[in-house]
């Protein structure tokens, strides 16, 4: 046989026919049964661990991939001139295609089944061809079966772009040698048909890769709505653990939520949001989870130490209603603190009509962090704000003072209305003392009891004090 023509800079998207041309149904060799189920394999080996041998999508698989259609054609049948323009050809890919030298023995071995089974069944189609590609009575290619022999994992390895680079090149060299396999006489005729098949083969791949995206796409909105109910409502087992981790959430990473009403605009809009939130926390190298609850949009962000909560969260305020808070739960780790801090952003949500007295920069704290509303989230019943008082104000204090001097000055100084006098005259000392030890406290708990907020705080934090040291002694 002679040598390899050179390659052709014609690719086969530039050779092809009319568009007035009838486009190859693709569901033709397989149920539409089996095209979901394929969808559904491809998005889930996306995220997911590939299925243990035994499981059902393994056992399917390999029934789908071990019994061809009746009317597939098997690479060992092709004639031998096309089998040796094949060999050389994928030879060829190393030199055309740099990724295809960073493929695995296996992948590069899957890739070129592919391969095979696309030109075996180019060649069966072919011979069937009596009638012009252009008449009604021609028969269309089928070619769902050349996407079901590659295993589950493959789709994560070659994308779409690169499988169009593929076809590209194997269009080249069979046009370019056409002569080698072609009848007398019909080398033109092949030509075209190598060169219609092609455009098939990369509408019916266009199409797959598309659906399989959205249908990804649908599947990950889904999840990520089930495992963020899961943790609105503080459930953290295994399964919310391994569903995270299906989405490609790291099980010990640091993350805070954001809590806010979107903004108006009905469901597409709501999703489009969504999506952009995502590009936007990506963009800056953080990993992110959107949902809805009721009526709000909640976000769990991993900001990946590109930043604080407050810093990546103000790049994200435009996509909330500004009419309504915006609610920052605080940073916390794992899928507990994943919990952790999207209930302490809803809850924050809850009480934000009751704190206008939280300011920041000379007006209403947008976002209102969850951490600067203790008191209101304890009214309210949130059991991780009475308990963050507890350990971090009380707590605090009764460890750093053994004889609890501390404490009972600020008790004092709080319940005398703040005033310094008073609180001298209660405990029996100077007014200079009582000042020292309050500004001691601040340097202790962080809350400046002089401050009318802060002494909120820290008033509440001594009355949950008082109830659990008594309940205990009880």
Known sequence: MAKLKGM??????????????????????????????????????????????????????????????????????????????????????????????????????????????????????????????????????????????????????????????????????????????????????????????AREVAFSAAAIYADTAEMRESWNVRAETYAMENLANGVTDSKVASQMAVLGWPGESSCFALVGKPRKGGQLSSSAAASRIRRRVRSIGGLCLVSAHNDLTVVLIDPRDQGGPEEVSAGLLHFF??????????????????????????????????????????????????????????????????????????????QSDPHQIMLATLDAFLSCGRSLESAAKRLSVHPNTVRYRLKQSVKITGWDPTNPREAFVLQTALKIGRIRDAATTN
């Open 321 to 398: 209603a500004e009419d309504a808070p915006v609610c920052l739960g605080p940073l916390r780790r794992g899928v507990e603190g994943a919990s952790e801090t999207i209930r302490a952003a809803l809850t924050t949500y809850q009480v934000a009509p009751a704190a206008d007295d939280v300011f920041a920069g000379g007006g209403p704290a947008r976002p209102l962090q969850a951490d600067d509303v203790l008191p209101e989230r304890v009214l309210v019943g949130d059991a991780a704000a009475a308990d963050q008082l507890y350990r971090d104000v009380y707590g605090r204090l009764r």
């Open 8 to 197: 052709s800079k014609a690719g086969a998207a530039t050779g092809s026919h009319p568009s007035n041309r009838k486009t190859a149904k693709s569901t033709a060799g397989a149920s539409d049964g089996e095209h979901a189920l394929w969808h559904v394999l491809q998005w889930h080996s996306k995220g997911a661990k590939s299925p243990q041998d035994g499981s059902p999508l393994r056992t399917w698989q390999r029934e789908r991939t071990d019994q061809p259609g009746p009317e597939e054609a098997k690479p060992q049948d092709l004639p031998q001139p096309v089998r040796r323009i094949l060999r050389q050809a994928q030879d060829h890919l190393g030199e055309t295609l740099p990724w295809y030298q960073t493929l695995s023995p296996a992948d590069k071995a899957t890739l070129d089944l592919v391969i095979e089974t696309a030109v075996a069944n180019f060649v069966s189609w072919q011979a069937d061809l009596t009638a012009d590609l252009d008449s009604d009575d021609a028969p269309r290619p089928s070619l769902e079966h050349i996407f079901f022999i590659a295993p589950l994992e493959f789709t994560q390895v070659v994308s779409l772009r690169q499988a169009l680079d593929v076809t590209r090149v194997i269009v080249d060299l069979l046009e370019n040698n056409v002569e080698a396999f072609a009848q007398k006489g019909q080398e033109r005729a092949t030509r075209d048909a190598i060169l219609y098949y």
